[in-house]
């Protein structure tokens, strides 16, 4: 551990390297893949035990922000994916989870570029500035800006633009990065299954219905994304995604490989359950090409 300034509470301390995603969701993907490993965008063709990271925080920050994901995985995280609990009652402490995502995305990721207009740098620096105190418990509020969270599942319809591997994305793959477009700006944040976004521009976005989160509330059981920018969004990150995670043929084989070592775990993965809801769903585009009701 090196000896720098932590990003959170801005004291001199050697910095744990800390992860952008949460273990635990990288930890549920490695259980429940096919082989064991992981692989990521960046690098596809690499076998990993572990994604990104990066030395942001204190010993004493790290731990703070870990209780409530210790508590958001064992009270929304596994319950939802594990054993199909759609409805979820919650505290602050999931205000607090939603806010570390956006937090540790934006101090961990480049910074906007200078051909953004200026009032985005400023928006974004004034959001990590009240996110922190808000974490830091020095503020009761992390400012204006809405926080939202979307339970997804399989897609059992054939809209006939998503991309191929699109369920495999939204159900197995992790994901983190700053949205901007010529109006708007928010940070997104995807585990397995959960989607997070944090909008600072403008500070709430229409169409998003019963995903905002609260002090304390329920969560979860009819939730409507019809944001026709948003849903976009997510199939384009989708695309970007896979088309940069798209594997050798020579990996593609040692993929293989490591499934025949161990039929019997890759039939009972939830990774060939994902591979099962994609051919279900290029049946259904077969038969239905193009369909028109889907936002």
Not at 6 to 26: D, G, N, T
Not at 77 to 103: C, D, G, I
Not at 248 to 275: C, I, N, T, W
Request: hydrophobic share 40%; aromatic share 8%; charged share 25%.
């Amino acid at each position: 551990m090196s000896l720098a300034i932590c990003r959170l509470c801005s004291r001199e301390a050697p910095l744990r390297v800390s992860h952008i995603i949460p273990k635990f969701a990288i930890d549920w993907i490695k259980r429940t893949s096919a082989t064991g490993y992981l692989r990521d965008a960046i690098n596809p063709n690499l076998r990993r035990q572990d994604l990104a990271k990066a030395e942001l925080l204190c010993d004493d920050c790290e731990q703070l922000l870990s209780r409530d994901e210790r508590i958001f995985a064992e009270r929304i995280f596994r319950p939802f994916l594990n054993e199909h609990m759609s409805r979820f009652r919650y505290e602050e402490w999931l205000k607090r989870f939603a806010v570390s995502l956006a937090w540790r995305t934006v101090a961990a990721g480049p910074p906007i570029t200078a051909a953004e207009p200026v009032q985005f740098h400023d928006a974004l620096r004034g959001a990590l500035q009240e996110w922190s105190r808000y974490l830091l418990g020095k503020t009761q509020s992390p400012g204006s800006h809405t926080h939202h969270m979307l339970l997804v599942s399989y897609i059992d319809r054939a809209p006939g633009h998503l991309p191929s591997g699109f369920q495999t994305y939204l159900l197995r793959a992790v994901d983190a990065t700053v949205v901007i477009s010529r109006t708007s700006l928010f940070v997104y944040s995807k585990l397995p299954g959960i989607i997070f976004a944090s909008h600072v521009i403008p500070n709430q976005l229409p169409g998003w219905r019963r995903t905002r989160i609260l002090r304390k509330g329920e969560i979860g059981g009819g939730q409507v994304l019809s944001h026709s920018s948003s849903a976009h969004f997510f199939v384009d990150r989708a695309s970007e995604v896979l088309r940069r995670s798209a594997v050798s043929s020579r990996q593609a084989l040692a993929m293989r490989r490591d499934v025949l070592k161990d039929p019997e775990r890759a039939l009972g993965s939830k990774s060939y359950q994902a591979f099962l809801a994609e051919e279900r769903l290029r049946a259904l585009r077969r038969h239905n090409p193009l369909d028109p009701d889907w936002a």
